[in-house]
């Protein structure tokens, strides 16, 4: 037996609460960046509960090691070296290098 679908409109939902809680992360972070980090927490809580993946512009947003929310300049590091993206949290030290390719 399997589980019952969801109803559509709960997934919108989660959605937009979703979108909401990193418009105001961004917000916040200059003033209260404890509390831009507890939204990116709740966010991520919902993306778990309704079994929603978070959009890929999100996902470089905060660190999934200590669940930070992230801002270059302030609390990551960008390099560009060897066709690779290097971003380090600067909070706890975790490095993610992602892959590009040059276009001419």
């Not at 019952?4 to 916040?28: D, H």
Request: hydrophobic content about 25%; glycine content about 2%.
């Amino acid at each position: 037996m399997s589980r019952r679908k969801r109803p559509n409109w709960i997934n919108t939902i989660a959605l937009e609460r979703m979108q909401i809680l990193f418009e105001q992360a961004e917000k916040e972070f200059s003033k209260h960046p404890e509390r831009s980090d507890r939204y990116v927490k709740l966010t991520r809580n919902i993306s778990t509960k309704y079994n929603i993946p978070l959009p890929n512009y999100w996902r470089g947003r905060f660190c999934k090691n200590c669940n930070k929310f992230l801002k270059p300049g302030s609390n990551l590091r960008v390099r560009l070296s060897n066709n690779t993206i290097s971003r380090k949290c600067l909070e706890c030290g975790d490095l993610k290098k992602v892959p590009y390719t040059k276009k001419n």
